[in-house]
């Protein structure tokens, strides 16, 4: 029988979501580094690719630093009192996905000897030119990539509990994944990415846009809008 939880702002039933024990989110990044890394990336796969492009190589690094911060943000939500079951679901849901993906990538990095991160963020997106896409760095805090939440933001978020909690973090996991989408489109869209990278990113547009819009419905239950993005 499916667990289910009382919503405590409706008084209706739901689903709870799927929680996930450590040694199945290990099982996931293992699966995910093997199959994608030694199959997809390997000669004599569909494309013969031996090495990865440089819209390859940014994507990986810069979306496996991304996603860093989404597992942040999902377990300081995590570790915060007083939340409501369906945000720990949720946020249990996120370390899953993006653990797993956050290792494919870096996979990729290691299984080709390439830097686990750069040293000029999203200059991949445009050819070069950073600035075509409108999240140029201004400050130090200021975020490298479209969605990150600033120091402060995340700092905030750590200090809060309750509703305020998952208020908070809904808004800056939304605007996050937005981001995110961003960079996924423009991989996906990218002449230079090998099927490897195409794949990825389609399954992120996919996953994340559905993601999007459980925790836009999560966040209007509370009251609350989205972030400007």
């Given at each position: 029988m499916t667990e289910r939880?009382?919503?405590?702002?409706?008084?209706?039933?739901?689903?709870?979501?799927?929680?996930?024990?450590?040694?199945?989110?290990?099982?996931?990044?293992?699966?995910?580094?093997?199959?994608?890394?030694?199959?997809?990336?390997?000669?004599?796969?569909?494309?013969?690719?031996?090495?990865?492009?440089a819209a390859d190589i940014?994507?990986?690094?810069?979306?496996?630093?991304?996603?860093?911060?989404?597992?942040?943000?999902?377990?300081?939500?995590?570790?915060?009192?007083d939340v409501d079951p369906?945000?720990?679901?949720?946020?249990?849901?996120?370390?899953?996905?993006?653990?797993?993906?956050?290792?494919?990538?870096?996979?990729?990095?290691?299984?080709?000897?390439?830097?686990?991160?750069?040293?000029?963020?999203?200059?991949?997106?445009?050819?070069?030119?950073?600035?075509?896409?409108?999240?140029?760095?201004?400050?130090?805090?200021?975020?490298?990539?479209?969605?990150?939440?600033?120091?402060?933001?995340?700092?905030?978020?750590?200090?809060?509990?309750?509703?305020?909690?998952?208020?908070?973090?809904?808004?800056?996991?939304?605007?996050?994944?937005?981001?995110?989408?961003?960079?996924?489109?423009?991989?996906?869209?990218?002449?230079?990415?090998?099927?490897?990278?195409?794949?990825?990113?389609?399954?992120?547009?996919?996953?994340?846009?559905?993601?999007?819009?459980?925790?836009?419905?999560?966040?209007?239950?509370?009251?609350?809008?989205?972030?400007?993005?």
């Amino acid at each position: 029988m499916t667990e289910r939880h009382t919503d405590r702002r409706t008084g209706r039933q739901r689903p709870a979501w799927p929680q996930i024990a450590g040694l199945t989110s290990l099982a996931v990044l293992l699966v995910a580094i093997g199959i994608v890394v030694g199959s997809v990336w390997s000669p004599g796969s569909p494309d013969d690719v031996t090495t990865m492009s440089a819209a390859d190589i940014g994507f990986a690094q810069d979306m496996s630093a991304h996603h860093d911060q989404a597992l942040l943000m999902a377990r300081t939500i995590l570790a915060a009192p007083d939340v409501d079951p369906t945000i720990r679901g949720l946020a249990d849901q996120l370390v899953v996905a993006q653990s797993a993906e956050s290792a494919t990538m870096r996979g990729w990095l290691q299984f080709f000897g390439l830097p686990l991160t750069s040293n000029s963020p999203m200059s991949w997106m445009s050819h070069g030119d950073s600035h075509a896409h409108g999240h140029p760095p201004t400050t130090p805090d200021a975020p490298a990539m479209p969605g990150m939440a600033s120091t402060d933001e995340l700092g905030r978020l750590a200090t809060l509990r309750g509703d305020e909690a998952e208020k908070l973090f809904l808004q800056l996991m939304i605007r996050h994944h937005r981001g995110g989408l961003e960079m996924a489109q423009a991989a996906y869209n990218d002449d230079r990415s090998a099927s490897a990278t195409k794949q990825l990113a389609l399954n992120m547009l996919g996953d994340q846009g559905n993601e999007i819009g459980q925790m836009s419905m999560l966040l209007r239950e509370r009251g609350a809008e989205p972030l400007p993005t």
